[in-house]
């Protein structure tokens, strides 16, 4: 494996992913994203499909965003949620495929 296709394999670089896979190892946050990976929400929407307190639901949903894997926005009194852009390539970069093992 040449310099430029090579993992970064930094501390840092191995804390932010182990952080990021960590977010989304909660059943909860997983079964929002996978909601969402169908298309825009709304936050009652997403409560009728992961029934937890809404206050739960209200902090899984400001990990995700925190986390960058989700996006909102209001619409009047409602707020839509989507899946970020970017959120499968940081998934698929968060994982160890093809990395060498490191111990």
């Known amino acids: ?16 992913a182990v952080a990021l896979l960590a977010t989304v190892a909660d059943p909860v946050r997983w079964r929002v994203l996978r909601l969402l990976a169908s298309g825009q929400a709304c936050v009652c929407e997403i409560q009728e ?8 639901l209200s902090y899984h949903l400001r990990v995700l965003r925190e986390a960058g894997l989700i996006t909102s926005s209001k619409r009047g009194r409602w707020v839509d949620y989507r899946l970020a852009p970017d959120a499968g390539a940081a998934l698929a970069a968060a994982l160890p495929v093809g990395a060498q093992a490191q111990p």
Do not use: G, R
């Open 1 to 16: 494996m040449d310099a430029a296709t090579a993992l970064d394999t930094s501390p840092v670089a191995t804390d932010a």
């Open 49 to 56: 499909q992961v029934p937890v307190a809404s206050n739960l």
